[in-house]
């Protein structure tokens, strides 16, 4: 329900798995230009009505997804849903004091996109240098990803020549993406200068995998906040509460005191964040990261140049329009985000079959790294990576047993219990799923 930014994202990545997929949306112009670009069914009607859900079939669907931008009619269409005996529910909702006993009111599940990215910001800025960082199984097994320096020890060599080279590793390259184009990684995969590379790791060789790829890992002391959004204010609560100076800047004067009253740790400043005068003036040349968190592209994404010409070694800027995720990443851009990755993250986890823990999504491929837990009573249970028959676009770049994580080798025995972390392409995932089920 919603053909906005999450709704349509979901649509497109749902059905190119092959499910079957309907969207509710009440906006006919956003409703035309779903059809004329996705391959699923779209209903021009208002989704919190019980009679269109019942019409375009929501009883015999296995998951109603409400992702509006009203909180109130993403409840009120997981009620509807709800009454007519209809699936499980997830709706968006942003607003604190509506999460009290959703679940009353038929919400199976709540999610909040802006509240996750700013737990996602938080662990990108810790981890400097890199542009996705995400830990499984509270940080046993992490995956970092980032592009390949010219000149640094990866650039124009084979993994298999890499592992011949290094010993005693406790990383792996899960995956390459070059051109748009994503390559689950092999022993034969030659690994080039700009290319962002997806790395797992566990234990403390996150540092000597990222030094590989030429890139330098640097905590933030000091950041700036660009915007004050919602996402920049719970950004830079989180990023206080680690203990990272932070100055926001925004040109809303009655935001900016609203702020500082708030916040007396957050220094705000009243002014235009593409201003380089007004960026200099307050000393950003001294900060090691920049987020640009405005609810524009355009001013986040100035605002970040801007601010990396004046000294700053880091930028990390929102994205309303997902394509320029890819195509600006790496081009002044260390790392692009958005909201709409944010909540796939969240949902998907819940579309996928099995023991699902956690799924994440990249800025510039179609791969996903997906956290699952593998049954005592599954097939795989007893038998080798080797032998179990991943499909080749799929690879097992972690493992969690018990309190350690480990970066399995083909000869791994899998066992009972066990997390396994997979970086899979999005037609292996059904394949993956039966596998470990």
């Not at 997929?21 to 391959?39: K, M, N, P, Q, S």
């Not at 019942?54 to 993403?74: H, M, P, R, Y």
């Not at 998907?348 to 956290?371: K, M, N, W, Y």
């Amino acid at each position: 329900m919603g053909a906005g930014a999450v709704g349509s994202y979901l649509a497109e990545r749902l059905t190119a798995e092959g499910q079957h997929v309907v969207v509710i949306e009440a906006d006919e112009r956003r409703a035309d230009e779903l059809r004329d670009t996705v391959d699923c069914k779209v209903v021009t009607a208002n989704g919190a009505s019980s009679a269109v859900l019942e019409a375009a079939g929501v009883t015999e669907a296995n998951l109603l997804i409400a992702v509006t931008s009203s909180d109130a009619v993403n409840v009120l269409a997981s009620q509807a849903a709800a009454r007519l005996g209809g699936p499980r529910t997830v709706a968006r909702v942003q607003d604190p004091t509506l999460r009290e006993d959703l679940q009353a009111h038929g919400v199976d599940f709540v999610i909040d996109p802006v509240e996750a990215l700013a737990n996602e910001l938080l662990l990108l800025v810790r981890r400097g240098g890199v542009s996705e960082v995400v830990e499984f199984a509270d940080g046993k097994v992490s995956l970092f990803g980032g592009r390949v320096q010219p000149d640094a020890p990866l650039d124009g060599i084979t993994l298999r020549a890499l592992r011949q080279r290094v010993t005693g590793w406790d990383w792996i390259v899960a995956a390459l993406v070059r051109d748009g184009e994503t390559t689950i990684a092999r022993g034969d995969s030659m690994v080039k200068a700009g290319d962002h590379v997806i790395v797992v790791t566990s234990g403390r060789s996150s540092s000597e995998a990222l030094k590989l790829m030429g890139v330098e890992e640097h905590r933030a002391r000091k950041a700036f906040i660009l915007g004050s959004t919602r996402l920049a204010r719970l950004t830079a609560e989180r990023l206080i509460e680690s203990g990272i100076t932070t100055v926001l800047v925004d040109p809303d004067a009655d935001r900016c005191a609203d702020l500082a009253a708030r916040h007396d740790r957050l220094m705000v400043v009243r002014g235009d964040p593409t201003d380089p005068a007004v960026l200099r003036a307050e000393g950003v040349g001294s900060a090691d990261v920049v987020l640009g968190l405005s609810g524009w592209d355009e001013v986040n994404i100035l605002g970040c140049l801007v601010a990396k010409a004046l000294g700053v070694p880091t930028a990390v800027s929102r994205f309303q329009r997902f394509e320029y995720v890819s195509l600006l990443s790496g081009h002044g851009i260390d790392s692009g985000v958005s909201t709409r990755m944010a909540a796939a993250n969240e949902i998907l986890r819940l579309v996928r079959r099995g023991l699902i823990h956690a799924v994440a999504t990249f800025q510039d491929s179609a791969a996903e790294a997906i956290e699952i837990q593998v049954p005592t009573h599954s097939s795989a249970v007893g038998r080798t990576l080797t032998e179990i028959g991943l499909p080749k676009s799929a690879i097992v770049g972690g493992l969690v047993r018990g309190r350690s994580g480990l970066i399995p080798h083909g000869d791994t025995v899998i066992a009972g219990g066990d997390r396994v972390i997979a970086i899979v392409l999005p037609a292996a995932i059904p394949t993956l799923e039966r596998l470990f089920a």
